[in-house]
């Protein structure tokens, strides 16, 4: 029994050691940030609950500590770096990512070095037969293990419901409480404040009945364009303007920043704002990954308001509809239509790994030539994903040439776009925008500048731009819903 506690008193103190090296680390330096009291006591009771776990199925103390400092150890290597490549730790959200890592690795490992891949997919072996090795049959350890595991739970529940724990992160500050209370701590808090958030009430969505007064319906195509930035912002010159976008930001009714959360990563959290106008502050906890309670927000999608305006809306992407769950939420959003990749022409030898974003608008410009009434084209673009290199050997090696290469494919399509809604003869609206800015290993990193641009085009039933007042106003993605909704809802739809 002695031997145990000193073996599990160990391993609380490394496991805080590891805790400590967590980023972003207080005052931004290398030394041991000594998390606040309340943190550490929540450190310890879910390392006794790893403990306690492993010990109840495999009775070997030394095994389970050991499987317990490695998934700390676990922890810590992926949140560092995540941090380095995306500017922020390890949130509660990115669990509930497992499966989708199990389905599209390509996604996710491309923020690990080589040997931090090596050693995760080493790990796991490893692990499971030193697992086996050292299973033990003694009954009483085991229940040891079940009886620390349930204990340490009970507590969890109930310091959960006093002070200072009660009171803990009660706003949403993920650096800093990773600072202040550590990681582990910051998970369970962040998860915890999750759960007791509650949706907002409906939105009334009255039906408006508008005359027709123009020979076609209108049409908006709103596309969200994988990884757009200007990089002549990014890499800081002018030779790099994108033609498209600067023949889009002449002619345009409005365009700007716009002021997304994210760099390098979630997509989700731009798409999110764009359609359902929700902002950050109003999401609380539900920031992180706003599509795992979008359904129960439904009437707060474009879509679903336009709706009773006479818009039908379809959604439109070249890839797996069951990723972020996309395949639920957007027909509870109000999308009638769902257009996923076997929709799309797959990409040939040399073009990547991903449908293009030529294949995008001409895709975009069939379904627009078809639509007989009111409708609203909300396209997801994927060409343009990282990793940049070529995994075949074709194009370039380069990261920031490969880039460029693609982001100037995504440039070429929204001019092909504006040529294609001038000829239409309908009265358009075109809305283009960045969902994040690249992170480049090396080249470019995550900090507080992290707009991408976006541009709103209006085009008269002749296919000639209307230019109203042509302003540059800086929005966040929720403004930009809003924005688009009140620009939409002034077209007369039936």
């Not at 967590?22 to 550490?40: E, F, H, I, N, Q």
């Not at 349930?150 to 500050?173: E, F, K, N, Q, Y």
């Not at 992407?317 to 996923?340: C, K, S």
Request: aromatic letters at 8%; hydrophobic letters at 50%; a neutral charge.
């Amino acid at each position: 029994m002695t031997g145990t506690f000193l073996l599990f008193s160990g391993l609380v103190a490394a496991s805080l050691v590891l805790d400590g090296l967590v980023r972003p680390r207080r005052g931004g330096d290398a030394r041991w940030p000594l998390r606040s009291a309340a943190g550490m006591v929540l450190h310890m009771l879910l390392v006794a609950s790893g403990f306690g776990l492993f010990l109840g199925i495999c009775g070997n103390p030394l095994a389970s500590a050991i499987l317990t400092l490695a998934l700390v150890a676990l922890f810590t290597v992926v949140s560092n770096a995540k941090h380095t490549m995306l500017g922020e730790p390890l949130v509660f959200t990115d669990l509930v990512l497992v499966g989708a890592v199990l389905r599209h690795p390509q996604f996710y490992l491309s923020a690990l070095s080589p040997v931090q891949k090596g050693a995760l997919i080493a790990s796991g072996p490893v692990l499971l037969a030193l697992f086996a090795w050292l299973f033990v049959g003694d009954i009483g350890a085991h229940l040891a293990g079940a009886v620390l595991l349930a204990g340490s739970l009970v507590l969890l529940r109930w310091v959960m419901a006093i002070p200072p724990w009660r009171d803990l992160a009660s706003a949403p500050d993920l650096d800093g409480d990773v600072c202040r209370h550590g990681l582990l701590a910051t998970l369970l808090l962040y998860w915890l404040r999750w759960r007791a958030t509650a949706n907002p009430a409906p939105r009334a969505h009255p039906e408006v009945a508008i005359g027709r007064t123009a020979a076609e319906p209108p049409l908006a195509v709103i596309v969200q364009c994988e990884s757009f930035a200007d990089p002549v912002e990014l890499f800081g010159d002018p030779a790099l303007e994108l033609p498209g976008l600067a023949r889009a930001r002449s002619v345009a009714w409005q365009w700007g920043d716009l002021n997304v959360s994210g760099f390098g990563a979630y997509t989700m959290r731009t798409e999110y704002g764009l359609i359902f106008g929700r902002d950050e502050e109003e999401l609380g906890f539900r920031r992180f990954d706003p599509f795992l309670t979008a359904v129960g927000e439904a009437s707060h999608a474009l879509p679903a308001r336009l709706a009773g305006r006479g818009w039908r809306s379809l959604f439109l992407h070249p890839h797996d509809l069951r990723f972020y769950n996309r395949q639920r939420i957007m027909p509870a959003a109000g999308f009638a239509e769902m257009v996923g990749e076997e929709h799309f022409a797959p990409p040939s030898a040399g073009e990547g790994r991903y449908v293009t974003d030529a294949a995008m608008a001409g895709t975009i410009g069939d379904l627009a030539r078809k639509a007989t009434e009111a409708t609203v084209l909300y396209a997801v673009t994927i060409e343009n994903h990282g990793p940049w290199a070529p995994e075949d050997g074709s194009g370039p090696r380069d990261l920031v040439s490969s880039y460029l290469r693609l982001v100037r494919n995504s440039d070429a399509m929204l001019a092909t776009l504006l040529e294609a809604l001038a000829d239409l003869g309908r009265p358009s609206v075109l809305v283009f925008f960045g969902d994040h800015r690249p992170s480049i290993p090396g080249v470019t990193t995550p900090g507080p500048v992290r707009h991408t641009p976006y541009v709103v085009v209006r085009l008269d039933a002749f296919g000639a731009v209307v230019k109203g007042e042509r302003r540059r106003v800086d929005l966040t993605p929720a403004q930009l819903h809003h924005a688009v909704h009140d620009l939409l809802a002034t077209l007369p739809a039936a």
